[in-house]
């Protein structure tokens, strides 16, 4: 048991990060590791002058603050998969998060399926752990800022329906919380549409690789998470997908008003 738990707890500290900061369909593993090697390949981008990626994570934080002071709560349904490479479902548990203003999420399971064992170690301590550090000491030394990365403007891509300076991110420090890979920004909200890399710790002796992407959706002017996909190669267990979907978002309607009547305050376009 204490064997098994070191190989979960892993697992955990990739997800905390996925915290930090806000879908293609499942690919095979392989194939998906090496997709994220190459969103991770340096570009021969050249940046407009006089912008770098620190002016740009600044309008970032600004534009957060303004969209936080906005949103007094909402609703959404998360699924939460871990799958091994052939696809089989080996843990999944549904579940109805609920958020009000400033910082308060609750979490109540609807339906739940596989390995107890898994479910309980994994996202019962990760919901956990989401709901108890989300204004917390932890969450700040996370926090996608200055303080914890040097930022470095790559190149602009589209990535859906959203054009977006891309950021290379390289941790200050050593720490299984923060990650080393690229940020790609909405051009236009300065808001973060995805994230692609790998912990810039090891985050567990179980460990041997860890890549994770996050994508984030637009709805109703705010920014939320679509669809996280962490791969994990662990020692004496295989490679395993840790997947957690993001859907059906019911936001306060007077939060859609306030963002339509303060537009013209943040610079955006109709």
């Given amino acids: ?46 940046a407009p002058v006089g912008l770098t990626g620190d002016d740009i994570i600044a309008q970032m934080l600004q534009r957060n603050r303004l969209r936080n002071q906005q949103l007094q709560q909402y609703s959404a349904v998360r699924t939460y998969e871990i799958r091994n490479l052939e696809g089989k479902v080996a843990a999944q548990a549904v579940v109805r998060v609920k958020y009000r203003a400033p910082d308060k999420k609750t979490f109540s399971k609807t339906s739940e399926k596989g390995s107890s064992i898994v479910r309980h170690l994994v996202f019962d301590r990760l919901i956990q752990s989401e709901s108890e550090t989300s204004s917390g000491q932890e969450h700040h030394n996370s926090a996608i ?29 050593k720490d299984k919380y923060l990650f080393e890979g690229k940020i790609w920004i909405d051009a236009e909200d300065f808001a973060v549409v995805k994230i692609a890399g790998h912990p810039a710790k090891k985050p567990s002796f179980w460990i041997n690789r860890a890549d994770f992407v996050r994508r984030y959706q637009r709805i109703d002017g705010f920014w939320f ?24 978002y019911v936001i306060d309607p007077a939060n859609h008003l306030q963002v339509q009547a303060e537009k013209g305050d943040m610079g955006d376009p109709d």
């Fill in 1 to 46: 048991m204490a064997t098994h738990f070191g190989r979960i707890k892993g697992m955990v500290v990739l997800t905390f990060i996925l915290g930090a900061g806000s879908a293609a369909p499942l690919a095979e593993s392989q194939d998906a590791a090496g997709q994220i090697a190459q969103e991770m390949a340096l570009s021969s981008y050249r």
């Fill in 145 to 173: 800022t200055t303080a914890n990365y040097t930022f470095t403007l790559a190149g602009d891509e589209e990535v859906g329906p959203y054009h977006c300076f891309v950021l290379e991110a390289m941790p200050k420090r």
């Fill in 225 to 248: 998470p679509l669809r996280d996909e962490t791969f994990v190669e662990v020692k004496m267990y295989g490679r395993r997908v840790f997947i957690v979907d993001h859907q059906q």
